[in-house]
């Protein structure tokens, strides 16, 4: 991870040395209670891709790209107020894990009361999406 990245912790963790009892059924005044809208995404902070502007998937959904596609689908979960639709007419090259982010971004999504659709995927890749048995978990 670069110098100029953090990460967002969720949740009401204790701070180092504070001494509060992690057991405890009530926080301490003061520290973080968990938002009933955790969406469970992260969103790191000052990435060179954190300015991307529309909500557009990148051209590669693989393994190997996956760490950025969770970083640009946290920053669509943080900008949204509401339903969440994204432009993936971009999308050139997409694998089991790439399918598994973005099924498992809209099903975390729906948990809070937030719609997620896919556009344009182009056919060859819509074809792909079938074939994996993805269609019905992508599908708005």
Do not use: C, H, W
């Given at each position: 991870?670069?110098?100029?990245?953090?990460?967002?912790?969720?949740?009401?963790?204790?701070?180092?040395?504070?001494?509060?009892?992690v057991n405890s059924p009530e926080p301490e005044q003061g520290t973080a209670t968990p938002?009933?809208?955790?969406?469970?995404?992260?969103?790191?902070?000052?990435?060179?891709?954190?300015?991307?502007?529309?909500?557009?998937?990148?051209?590669?959904?693989?393994?190997?790209?996956?760490?950025?596609?969770?970083?640009?689908?946290?920053?669509?979960?943080?900008?949204?107020?509401?339903?969440?639709?994204?432009?993936?007419?971009?999308?050139?090259?997409?694998?089991?894990?790439?399918?598994?982010?973005?099924?498992?971004?809209?099903?975390s999504q729906q948990k809070t009361g937030r719609e997620v659709s896919y556009q344009g995927f182009p056919d060859d890749i819509d074809t792909v999406i079938r074939?994996?048995?993805?269609?019905?978990?992508?599908?708005?």
């Amino acid at each position: 991870m670069a110098d100029e990245e953090f990460i967002i912790l969720l949740g009401d963790e204790p701070e180092q040395g504070s001494g509060a009892d992690v057991n405890s059924p009530e926080p301490e005044q003061g520290t973080a209670t968990p938002n009933t809208e955790d969406d469970g995404f992260v969103v790191l902070l000052g990435s060179e891709d954190s300015e991307s502007g529309g909500k557009s998937l990148p051209s590669e959904l693989v393994i190997a790209s996956a760490g950025s596609l969770y970083q640009v689908l946290a920053e669509f979960a943080a900008a949204a107020d509401g339903d969440i639709s994204i432009d993936a007419s971009a999308v050139e090259q997409v694998d089991s894990a790439g399918l598994q982010l973005l099924a498992l971004f809209r099903q975390s999504q729906q948990k809070t009361g937030r719609e997620v659709s896919y556009q344009g995927f182009p056919d060859d890749i819509d074809t792909v999406i079938r074939r994996a048995g993805f269609a019905s978990l992508l599908a708005a």
